[in-house]
């Protein structure tokens, strides 16, 4: 499973164990702005059997140099296109059964993939060590290596999918299947596809894969404090003022109810990057908040999951804590303080019952799901979530029993758009064949120290990256709006 990101990282994580439950998890980490950390990581609170971090040609070299029968691709839409051509490029030439040609630069010999019996869950990103096979004697002629199969290729997104609705989707076009988290987003998926004569067959309706925990009960009095959760985001609202308001507010609550208990669940620690840019972290916001925080109102970390298990009301403005709160049967609340608007996100939630706003929270309003827009939104706590995959269990099995899959056919091709795909591509290392570029092409054949010092200075010049975006851009864009 591929991630380049701590929330992609928890999706694609759990979405392979959802698939394919009792099979090895191979993890890799895509290098770039957004790579979590350990901290991060274990903050999720899903581990994997192996972990490393790759760039595009490393990831490409590993995935077709071992028999993995299935792949989780939990990136930005970019990241997946340029994969898809990656393993197009290494495995065609025989029906999607091709040679991995980054193994064969590398030496190395594979063994070939075999198809489980159907109904059988694959191993999700998974393989078994590769065989080695003894070196030939001088002079003799060796029979080339039988094709080996490529990947089954399975992708999707990560939460609510509000904006660059087209643009995300055929950038994942070409997977085999693209998961859809509601009945709701798969009918929207298959009419993207529709609409420029794509192939649909590839979109499967399945539920976000972190839906989950003990249905809510009410507290009995003086069990514990009334607790108010409001989730934070890292990007909307997107500027200070803006921030600024639902922080006071969210204080202004705690001192109008002392008896509550207000959580400001955040994403991340200052310098951590997680999907989406946070310049004005709430962390620096409170530090400038006048008279600070109340006492019964405070800053916390940790699994969503957990901070939900004492929660009686979720406030947020459009993140997808309000889908696992709803999933729960905890009170949500998706707020209209700064409007309905398509730049945050809350407008997906237009007909649930959830919009309120903190003056209505204030004075002790609790939303009410409506449960039509739950049941489309795949949220519903009505037993049904425990069957949400065996749809893509049954696709993905069927695809693995076939003697060849097809080959990797993207919408996007220099013929399709000619003016984008080959900028997408350059940005991950790849030209427009699919073969990597720059230093990620000869990588395999760099010796041992060669390698080391390679890696030494792009971590290097990874972390000067990392500063230039999360501190000195911030503080040039807030100068030129002075």
């Given at each position: 499973?591929?991630?380049?990101?701590?929330?992609?990282?928890?999706?694609?994580?759990?979405?392979?164990?959802?698939?394919?439950?009792?099979?090895?998890?191979?993890?890799?980490?895509?290098?770039?702005?957004?790579?979590?950390?350990?901290?991060?990581?274990?903050?999720?609170?899903?581990r994997a059997d192996s972990l490393r971090e790759v760039t595009t040609a490393g990831f490409l070299r590993a995935v077709t140099g071992e028999p993995y029968d299935v792949v989780v691709l939990a990136c930005v839409g970019g990241a997946v296109q340029a994969m898809l051509h990656g393993l197009a490029r290494a495995t065609s030439?025989?029906?999607?059964?091709?040679?991995?040609?980054?193994?064969?630069?590398?030496?190395?010999?594979?063994?070939?993939?075999?198809?489980?019996?159907?109904?059988?869950?694959?191993?999700?990103?998974?393989?078994?060590?590769?065989?080695?096979?003894?070196?030939?004697?001088?002079?003799?002629?060796?029979?080339?290596?039988?094709?080996?199969?490529?990947?089954?290729?399975?992708?999707?997104?990560?939460?609510?999918?509000?904006?660059?609705?087209?643009?995300?989707?055929?950038?994942?076009?070409?997977?085999?299947?693209?998961?859809?988290?509601?009945?709701?987003?798969?009918?929207?998926?298959?009419?993207?596809?529709?609409?420029?004569?794509?192939?649909?067959?590839?979109?499967?309706?399945?539920?976000?894969?972190?839906?989950?925990?003990?249905?809510?009960?009410?507290?009995?009095?003086?069990?514990?404090?009334?607790?108010?959760?409001f989730a934070v985001q890292p990007s909307v609202p997107d500027n200070r003022a803006g921030r600024d308001h639902l922080l006071r507010r969210a204080a202004g609550h705690a001192r109008l109810h002392p008896d509550r208990e207000v959580l400001i669940k955040l994403r991340s620690k200052p310098g951590e990057h997680t999907t989406?840019?946070?310049?004005?972290?709430?962390?620096?916001?409170?530090?400038?908040?006048?008279?600070?925080?109340?006492?019964?109102?405070?800053?916390?970390?940790?699994?969503?999951?957990?901070?939900?298990?004492?929660?009686?009301?979720?406030?947020?403005?459009?993140?997808?804590?309000?889908?696992?709160?709803?999933?729960?049967?905890?009170?949500?609340?998706v707020l209209t303080d700064l409007g309905i608007r398509e730049a945050l996100g809350n407008h997906h939630f237009l007909g649930s019952g959830c919009l309120a706003s903190w003056d209505e929270l204030d004075a002790g309003h609790r939303p009410e799901p409506d449960r039509s827009w739950l049941a489309r939104q795949g949220v519903?706590?009505?037993?049904?979530?425990?069957?949400?995959?065996?749809?893509?269990?049954?696709?993905?099995?069927?695809?693995?029993?076939?003697?060849?899959?097809?080959?990797?056919?993207?919408?996007?091709?220099?013929?399709?758009?000619?003016?984008?795909?080959?900028?997408?591509?350059?940005?991950?290392?790849?030209?427009?064949?699919?073969?990597?570029?720059?230093?990620?092409?000869?990588?395999?054949?760099?010796?041992?120290?060669?390698?080391?010092?390679?890696?030494?200075?792009?971590?290097?010049?990874?972390?000067?990256?990392?500063?230039?975006?999360?501190?000195?851009?911030?503080?040039?864009?807030?100068?030129?709006?002075?």
């Amino acid at each position: 499973m591929l991630a380049d990101s701590d929330t992609r990282w928890k999706w694609g994580a759990l979405t392979a164990h959802r698939i394919a439950p009792d099979h090895r998890l191979d993890g890799f980490l895509l290098r770039g702005r957004a790579t979590p950390t350990a901290r991060q990581l274990d903050e999720v609170g899903v581990r994997a059997d192996s972990l490393r971090e790759v760039t595009t040609a490393g990831f490409l070299r590993a995935v077709t140099g071992e028999p993995y029968d299935v792949v989780v691709l939990a990136c930005v839409g970019g990241a997946v296109q340029a994969m898809l051509h990656g393993l197009a490029r290494a495995t065609s030439g025989s029906g999607g059964a091709g040679r991995n040609a980054a193994g064969e630069a590398a030496g190395a010999a594979a063994a070939p993939g075999t198809a489980p019996a159907p109904g059988t869950a694959p191993a999700p990103g998974t393989a078994p060590a590769p065989g080695t096979a003894p070196a030939p004697a001088p002079g003799t002629v060796t029979a080339p290596e039988p094709p080996r199969r490529r990947p089954v290729v399975v992708t999707g997104y990560v939460g609510v999918v509000y904006e660059k609705l087209a643009d995300g989707l055929l950038l994942r076009h070409g997977a085999d299947v693209v998961l859809a988290n509601s009945r709701h987003d798969a009918e929207r998926f298959r009419a993207v596809y529709a609409g420029v004569r794509a192939g649909t067959q590839s979109v499967v309706e399945a539920a976000l894969p972190f839906l989950g925990g003990e249905t809510y009960r009410e507290p009995a009095p003086g069990e514990r404090p009334y607790t108010v959760c409001f989730a934070v985001q890292p990007s909307v609202p997107d500027n200070r003022a803006g921030r600024d308001h639902l922080l006071r507010r969210a204080a202004g609550h705690a001192r109008l109810h002392p008896d509550r208990e207000v959580l400001i669940k955040l994403r991340s620690k200052p310098g951590e990057h997680t999907t989406h840019i946070e310049e004005l972290p709430y962390q620096k916001l409170v530090a400038r908040l006048p008279g600070g925080l109340p006492a019964n109102c405070r800053l916390v970390y940790g699994h969503m999951g957990e901070v939900l298990d004492r929660t009686d009301l979720l406030v947020t403005v459009s993140s997808t804590a309000a889908l696992e709160a709803l999933h729960r049967g905890i009170p949500t609340a998706v707020l209209t303080d700064l409007g309905i608007r398509e730049a945050l996100g809350n407008h997906h939630f237009l007909g649930s019952g959830c919009l309120a706003s903190w003056d209505e929270l204030d004075a002790g309003h609790r939303p009410e799901p409506d449960r039509s827009w739950l049941a489309r939104q795949g949220v519903a706590a009505d037993g049904h979530y425990e069957h949400a995959f065996d749809a893509a269990r049954e696709r993905i099995a069927e695809l693995l029993a076939r003697p060849a899959l097809p080959p990797i056919a993207p919408y996007y091709t220099t013929a399709t758009a000619p003016g984008y795909l080959p900028g997408i591509l350059t940005r991950y290392g790849l030209d427009t064949r699919g073969e990597p570029t720059g230093s990620g092409a000869d990588d395999t054949a760099a010796g041992g120290v060669r390698q080391a010092v390679r890696g030494a200075v792009r971590d290097a010049a990874r972390g000067a990256y990392r500063h230039g975006v999360q501190r000195v851009a911030p503080v040039i864009r807030r100068l030129g709006e002075l």
